[in-house]
């Protein structure tokens, strides 16, 4: 079992950039898919952008194709959400979660993860 920690988050004006890491701790890291998910204020909390176990597919939410760019470093135990173009609809808590898994099709439901970060904030404004 993987514990998940976020980091990266703040506040940035519309347009600007943010990169928000999520460190793993244990060593099976490598065998965990991995997801993003946010949750902005009286809205249910929804999937943002997923990656397989060793990084070869991605997979994202319309809203963010072409803006968000998930990666992972399986050496440091860590993913990323590199974040472009933000609008204020991005705001939100992010959160990231994992999924042991090896298999090459991508989850993109709460209920299929089942370990979580605590959730780091991003915010937007105009």
């Known amino acids: 079992q993987v514990q998940l920690v976020e980091s990266g988050g703040g506040s940035v004006q519309a347009g600007g950039s943010l990169r928000l890491s999520c460190a793993a701790s244990?060593?099976?890291?490598?065998?965990?898919?991995m997801g993003w998910f946010r949750q902005a204020p009286g809205k249910e909390r929804e999937f943002v952008a997923a990656?397989?176990?060793?990084?070869?597919?991605?997979k994202y939410t319309d809203s963010v194709k072409g803006r968000f760019t998930i990666s992972r470093d399986n050496a440091k135990n860590t993913m990323y959400l590199q974040m472009n173009s933000l609008k204020p609809e991005d705001t939100a808590v992010y959160y990231c979660?994992?999924?042991?898994?090896?298999?090459?099709?991508?989850?993109?439901?709460?209920?299929?993860?089942?370990?979580w970060g605590q959730g780091t904030q991003v915010t937007v404004s105009s």
């Open positions: 244990g060593r099976t890291f490598s065998t965990y898919s």
């Open positions: 979660a994992g999924r042991n898994s090896v298999s090459y099709y991508l989850r993109d439901a709460e209920s299929d993860f089942g370990t």
């Open positions: 990656i397989s176990w060793n990084g070869l597919y991605t």
